[in-house]
């Protein structure tokens, strides 16, 4: 199977952190931080306060494809990027989730073998959705501390949006860059 | 389309401070807050005013900042601020029950909340309190070098991968954005319409993937090219070294006592003396009675 020759060789080196992680890592953070900031250029109208940042299926596209250091380095730093490009100043909670959310979507790096098949590409949406619960719990949470706003407004005010649009964004997009790495890798070869 | 980056060299008290010590300083000033919860009115407005003075003296003009005071107006004010006279949630448990006059009834669809002085003005406080963190975070895209963060993170003990990795993505952040800007353009010269997304959620999202996919596809290509290069030139085989180099000057040292002092007077003051917690003020009740 060519297309999954890239993972077979990489899959007994999840936790490795070399070169292959550090580009990566970086490509990842780059990507994250322009698509975020480009999509405060062209922003996807949303109902209520759920915002959409398409730039997430790239994290986890990373994350799944390249493993969780990768997935670590490109939602934190890529996040503090998108802000910064943004002009929002730093909020290291928020990068902080991101990073988490790279980190735990990475472990399914493990678990993909065919980036065309449905079976792995659900388990990719799968691990996704559990980086991006993880995560955007973390950055939520730490707000009560940061903001000294409450449970119930961290989970339903900032949880809640934040998990629903990165979810739908994943679920979408997640599929189609899959099947595009697939044939990269294929054409490649390595 | 440009990626604008929003930094611009000033001669300017913060901009000559070295970058560690500003990340130093905010931390402390953050930790100084959150740790020993802090909500007494008058650590929170010195706070508030030490750090507007700092954010004064970055001298970033109005229209460079604008966008992103507007965001942090309408977070601060409408979801934190209402939510705290409305709820008074998130301050110390003790608000709920503190004893203080009722300015006047919130009657809506036959739901009522009595808004008392202690809600008003800890919606003050709470503002005050994110405002003075906010305002040490806000200027650090605008003064600080781009090209130092990698040595930044470095000097403050992060390892050479994670620094490297950090200034590489500083660095593929001009030729990512280049290369979204000729995928929108080529995708318009096909007739896809960037501003004009139509439909459903899911089929709004799923029509970004022309732009989306071949920049992501070019990117891991790129990837394998530059990993060649760092193999050949041995990457992570000794320890780096790295073309700017960074030092301290008195100020320096002079600012990291001040934020080490604030943190731990704060922490004294709250678990050693029992100040710092919620208090409303008398002429702020007397306003109301």
């Known amino acids: 199977m060519s297309n999954a020759s890239i993972t077979m060789d990489e899959r007994g080196r999840t936790w490795e952190f070399g070169t292959r992680q550090v580009v990566y890592g970086a490509i990842g953070a780059a990507l994250y931080g322009v698509l975020s900031w480009a999509t405060n250029i062209f922003p996807l109208p949303a109902a209520g306060n759920i915002t959409f940042r398409p730039a997430v299926a790239i994290l986890i596209f990373f ?34 989730g991101n990073g988490l959310m790279g980190l735990v979507a990475g472990i399914g790096f493990l678990t993909i073998i065919n980036y ?10 799968g691990w996704g959705t559990l980086g991006i619960a993880v995560g955007m719990l973390f950055a939520s949470l730490t707000e009560m501390f940061v903001s000294g706003i409450d449970l119930s407004t961290a989970l339903v005010g900032y949880f809640l949006p934040a998990f629903l649009g990165n979810f739908v964004v994943t679920a979408v997009l997640l599929p189609i860059l899959m099947i595009a790495f697939a044939g990269v890798a294929a054409r490649r070869g390595r | 389309m440009l ?53 004064l003296m ?35 448990s003790s608000l709920t029950s503190y004893p203080s006059p009722v300015v006047f009834v919130l009657s809506l669809l036959g739901w009522e909340k009595p808004i008392t002085v202690a809600r008003l003005w800890f919606a003050v406080v709470q503002i005050a309190r994110m405002l003075t963190m906010a305002m040490l975070a806000l200027p650090f895209p605008y003064t600080l070098d781009p090209n130092i963060y990698g040595i930044t ?38 007739g896809y319409e960037v501003e004009k997304l139509s439909g459903g959620i899911v089929s709004r999202i799923q029509r970004l993937a022309p732009l989306i996919i071949p920049v992501t596809m070019q990117s891991t290509v790129t990837g394998e090219e530059v990993i060649d290069a760092m193999d050949l030139r041995a990457f992570g ?9 960074l030092h301290y000057a008195p100020r320096d040292y002079l600012m990291i006592g001040l934020g080490i002092a604030i943190f731990i007077a704060c922490c004294v003051l709250k678990w050693v003396y029992g100040i710092g917690d919620f208090i409303v003020p008398d002429f702020f009740i007397k306003l109301f009675v």
């Open chain 1, 63 to 96: 994350s799944i494809a390249y493993g969780p250091w990768v997935g670590l380095l490109a939602g934190l730093i890529g996040n503090t990027l998108g802000d910064m490009l943004t002009g929002w100043g730093l909020y290291w909670n928020w990068s902080v």
């Open chain 1, 116 to 125: 065309r098949g449905t079976r792995d590409i659900l388990k990719a949406i």
């Open chain 2, 3 to 55: 990626v604008n980056w929003k930094y611009r060299p000033r001669d300017t008290f913060i901009q000559r401070l070295d970058p560690r010590t500003r990340f130093i300083f905010m931390a402390c000033i953050v930790l100084a807050l959150t740790l020993p919860e802090i909500w007494d009115y008058r650590i929170i407005f010195s706070l508030f005013l030490l750090s507007l003075t700092l954010y």
């Open chain 2, 58 to 92: 970055a001298r970033i003009p109005w229209k460079d900042v604008r966008r992103a005071w507007m965001y942090i107006f309408i977070l601060v004010f409408f979801i934190v601020g209402i939510n705290a006279v409305l709820f008074g949630r998130g301050g110390p």
């Open chain 2, 153 to 190: 993170f470095k000097r403050m003990g992060v390892s050479d991968q994670i620094s490297f990795t950090m200034d590489l993505a500083f660095r593929f952040l001009p030729t990512f954005a280049r290369d979204l800007t000729i995928t929108i353009d080529a995708q318009r010269a096909r």
């Open chain 2, 237 to 245: 085989t000794a320890r780096r070294t790295w073309l700017k180099e």
